[in-house]
């Protein structure tokens, strides 16, 4: 599989090692790695934690959980919520009973995972840059 216009270098390179590991029956090194990259689109997007106030008034930061990492996705605009419906509760879990159970999923499932993923770095970063390429046009009949 070859790089993804536009995706940042370290992420894109997750995606080649995730999708060499599908190749070569490396099923759950390959899950485990469908579920790094939306951590690392995550952290790329600055969304890591959020500041909360404590009972003594003092402002603090807190590590988000990776679903609360991919509805910050959805509520910053970056994906959908029909989209964050699918990385939470089918491609993370994907990966979470991979590495933590160590559950060997179908070829079938991980490339459908594979191409979720794909379309989702597309859609992040591939179709962000082709539409600034485009003239603002709106407001003209």
């Keep these: 599989m070859d790089k993804i ?53 003092v402002t603090k930061q807190r590590k988000l959980t990776l679903p609360e990492k991919i509805a910050s996705l959805s509520e910053k605009g970056y994906i959908t919520e029909n989209h964050q419906d699918t990385l939470t509760n089918k491609i993370k879990v994907l990966g979470d009973q991979a590495l933590h159970g160590l559950v060997k999923f179908p070829k079938e499932e991980l490339a459908t995972a594979i191409n979720i993923i794909k379309q989702t770095l597309e859609n992040i970063y591939t179709l962000a840059e082709l539409s600034k390429k485009l003239p603002d046009r709106s407001g003209r009949v």
């Design 5 to 57: 216009q536009d995706v940042p270098e370290n992420i894109n390179a997750i995606f080649i090692e995730t999708f060499a590991a599908y190749q070569y029956g490396q099923n759950i090194l390959c899950a485990g790695g469908i579920r790094a990259i939306i951590e690392a689109i995550c952290k790329d997007k600055g969304i890591e934690t959020e500041e909360y106030t404590n009972t003594k008034g």
